[in-house]
C-alpha cells in the first residue's frame, strides 16, 4: 500500500514539475501576450472614438436619415446609429485582430484560425452597410431626378416611373451588398437584368409616344407666343378669357368661371377668335 502511495506522490511531483516548468517556459510568451492585449485594447478604444468621430464629421447618419434603413435597423430590434454600428464594428475587429497576434503567440493554432474566419467577415458587413447607405441615397435621388425631369415635361406617371426607377436601383444595390457578403446571386441578377431591361424597353416607348405629345404642344405652343400675347382675349370653343400665362406646352386662360389651362395644340385644331 505505502508503495503504491509513494508511486502516486511521484507521479504527481513530476506533474507538477513539468507544469511548473512549462508554465515558467511559457512566461514571457504569456506575458507578452497580456501586454499585446492590453495594447490592442487601447488602440481599438482610440480608432473607434477617432471613427465616430470622422463618421459625425461627414454627417452619416443624417445621410442615413434619408433613407428607410434607420427604420429597418429599428423594426429589426436594433436602436443604434449608424456610425455607432460601424464605429463598434472597427472596435470588434481590431480587438479580434489583437486575439489572433496574442494566441498566435501561444502557438495557439486552432484558435487563430477560428478568430481570423471572423475577423476577414467584418470589413464584408462594414462594405456592405456603406453600399446598402449610399446605394439608397442614390436611389432616391435618381427617384427625384426622374420625377422632377418628367414633370417639366408634362409626362403622366412621373411618379410610377420615378418609383421604378428606385426599385429598380435598390435592388442592384441590395444584390451587390449581399455579394460584398460573399454570397452568389449571379443568377438572380441575370433575371432582374432581364426583367428591368423589358421594363425599361416598355417605359422608353411610352416616353418616345409621350414625349411626341409634349412636342408637337411646346412647338405649337412658341407659334401661339407670337398670335397671342398675354393679355388676348380669346374665345376657343365655349371657353371665352384673357391669355395669363404660357406654359411650356399649356396655355392658361383666365375665365369667367376661373382658370382654364388648354393644351397648345387645341388652338391649332379647333376654330378661336380674338377680341
Known amino acids: 500500500m505505502n508503495a503504491v502511495f509513494d508511486r502516486f506522490q511521484l507521479i504527481l511531483s513530476e506533474s507538477l514539475v513539468s507544469a511548473g516548468e512549462r508554465i515558467w517556459t511559457l512566461l514571457p510568451e504569456i506575458l507578452f501576450a497580456i501586454v499585446v492585449i492590453f495594447a490592442g485594447w487601447l488602440i481599438a478604444v482610440i480608432v473607434h472614438h477617432i471613427v465616430l468621430w470622422v463618421l459625425n464629421f461627414f454627417a452619416i447618419d443624417k445621410l442615413a436619415a434619408k433613407t428607410p434603413l434607420q427604420s429597418m435597423l429599428k423594426s429589426i430590434g436594433i436602436h443604434k446609429s449608424v456610425s455607432d454600428i460601424l464605429g463598434w464594428l472597427i472596435f470588434w475587429m481590431l480587438i479580434l485582430l489583437t486575439l489572433i497576434v496574442a494566441a498566435d503567440t501561444l502557438h495557439l493554432e486552432q484558435v487563430s484560425s477560428g478568430l481570423s474566419v471572423v475577423t476577414n467577415y467584418i470589413p464584408q458587413v462594414i462594405a456592405s452597410l456603406l453600399i446598402i447607405i449610399f446605394g439608397m441615397l442614390l436611389a432616391k435621388f435618381l427617384q427625384m431626378l426622374a420625377t422632377q425631369t418628367l414633370n417639366k415635361m408634362d409626362i403622366g406617371y412621373k411618379k410610377f416611373v420615378g418609383k421604378a426607377v428606385q426599385l429598380v436601383v435598390l435592388i442592384f444595390v441590395f444584390v451587390a451588398a449581399v455579394d460584398q457578403l460573399g454570397f452568389n446571386l449571379s443568377y ?47 374665345e376657343i370653343g365655349s371657353d371665352n378669357g384673357e391669355v395669363v400665362e404660357y406654359t411650356l406646352t399649356n396655355v392658361v386662360l383666365k375665365t369667367a368661371s376661373g382658370t382654364k389651362v388648354l393644351p397648345a395644340v387645341h388652338f391649332l385644331t379647333h376654330t378661336y377668335s380674338v377680341s
Open 188 to 234: 438572380i441578377l441575370n433575371g432582374i437584368l432581364t426583367v428591368a431591361s423589358v421594363a425599361l424597353l416598355m417605359l422608353g416607348l411610352g416616353a418616345a409616344f409621350g414625349a411626341r405629345t409634349v412636342l408637337d404642344n411646346a412647338i405649337a405652343c412658341q407659334q401661339l407666343k407670337r398670335q397671342l400675347p398675354v393679355g388676348s382675349h380669346i
